[in-house]
């Protein structure tokens, strides 16, 4: 016998898990401690982990956090499934059809979320060159001022920064 | 009275150009040292005709971005 496999992207974020869920339309719901009592069904949930709006045997079929990775928990055999909450005049689709299209939303929001970290980058850069400009302006000014110079501030025809130290000697 | 003046020009990523005038000899670069801390900074110094006179003139363009 032999068999070809293939696994889903591994889910290892958790905000892009839940984006590329609720991409999927599986309305993702974080089990917080404080909702955890309100929720009753044969798998135990855990606070942290993602619950969705497909539901079978056991209750809602629920991400948990496995060591690095998410992993999808659901009754094997797919006994009694549904869609439960705002979308549950949706068809239920099977496990494997859902974990395809869910690592396909997956793969878009992680490079969502890479431009979006990019453009944080960019921004930190930004702000950081323009704190350095202004420790440059505000030393120069503090140390001319100290060394007997009256100080003129204005800018050139670039918009650059500039100062004119002027002193009788 | 003789008028010393410094011409500071702080660019957007924050390197300086620093035009002196009405300074003798070397005393200009040595007004820069002490304003700017330049050791080590400096990428350019461009003496002008003025310089071997008694007032001179420099421009010195400097380099100072802080590394993080």
């Known amino acids: 016998m032999s068999a070809v496999i293939k696994t889903t992207t591994p889910f290892v974020i958790e905000t892009v898990l839940f984006d590329a869920l609720e991409r999927v339309g599986a309305e993702p719901k974080l089990v917080s401690s404080a909702i955890l009592h309100g929720i009753s069904q044969r798998n135990q949930v855990q606070a942290g982990d993602i619950l969705t709006n497909r539901s079978d045997y056991n209750g809602r079929q629920f991400f948990r956090r496995q060591g690095e990775r998410w992993v999808f928990l659901h009754d094997s055999d797919e006994y009694s499934t549904r869609i439960v909450g705002g979308l549950a005049d949706r068809r239920y689709t099977p496990i494997s059809r859902f974990l395809s299209e869910l690592s396909l939303a997956y793969d878009a929001a992680y490079n969502q979320h890479l431009e979006t970290l990019a453009e944080q980058e960019r921004l930190r850069l930004v702000e950081e060159r323009k704190a350095r400009v202004e420790a440059t302006r505000k030393q120069a000014i503090e140390k001319a001022k100290a060394q007997g110079y009256s100080v003129k501030e204005g800018r050139n025809t670039l918009g650059q920064i500039q100062l004119v130290l002027t002193r009788t000697v | ?68």
């Open chain 2, 1 to 68: 009275m003789p008028e010393q003046q410094i011409v500071i020009t702080i660019d957007d990523e924050g390197a300086i150009t620093a035009k002196t005038s009405g300074f003798k000899g070397e005393s200009c670069l040595e007004a820069l040292e002490e304003l700017l801390e330049l050791e080590g900074v400096v990428s350019n110094v461009k003496k002008t005709d003025e310089y071997r006179q008694q007032q001179s003139v420099q421009q010195v363009r400097v380099q100072k971005i802080k590394r993080t």
